[in-house]
């Protein structure tokens, strides 16, 4: 099993940036490919970015693309997401993930993954 922790939200204006940490405790982090969703009032989960055990493949989607940024530190066992040029529409809770065996190719479904932070609010004022 392994525990998230995540950190690093908070209120920012429009066009700033932010960065989220998310820290796991127990089995080697190494082992999972993490992944970091969001989820707005009155909307669905939905799949922001993820990495893979070593951090060699990302995936990102449309709408984050070119302004945020995943990336992990397995000696830390801290996945982050740098967030840049927030704009009202990326305010949501947002929640890491991990998963033993999840190939990069199912990433994008929050169904897949076996564990969850407690997520952390991210809100962008315009």
């Known amino acids: 099993q392994v525990q998230l922790v995540e950190s690093g939200g908070g209120l920012v204006q429009a066009g700033g940036s932010l960065r989220l940490s998310c820290t796991a405790s127990g089995r080697t982090f190494s082992r999972y490919t993490m992944g970091w969703f969001r989820q707005a009032p009155g909307k669905e989960r939905e799949f922001v970015t993820?990495?893979?055990?070593?951090?060699?493949?990302?995936?990102?989607?449309?709408?984050?693309?070119?302004?945020?940024?995943?990336?992990?530190?397995?000696?830390?066992?801290?996945?982050?997401?740098?967030?840049?040029?927030?704009?009202?529409?990326?305010?949501?809770?947002?929640?890491?993930?991990?998963?033993?065996?999840?190939?990069?190719?199912?990433?994008?479904?929050?169904?897949?993954?076996?564990?969850?932070?407690?997520?952390?609010?991210?809100?962008v004022s315009s």
């Open 50 to 123: 993820a990495i893979s055990q070593y951090g060699g493949t990302t995936s990102y989607a449309d709408s984050v693309k070119g302004r945020f940024t995943v990336s992990r530190d397995n000696a830390k066992n801290t996945l982050y997401l740098q967030m840049n040029s927030l704009n009202p529409e990326d305010t949501a809770v947002y929640y890491c993930a991990a998963d033993g065996s999840l190939p990069m190719t199912r990433v994008t479904f929050p169904s897949q993954y076996d564990y969850w932070g407690q997520g952390t609010q991210v809100t």
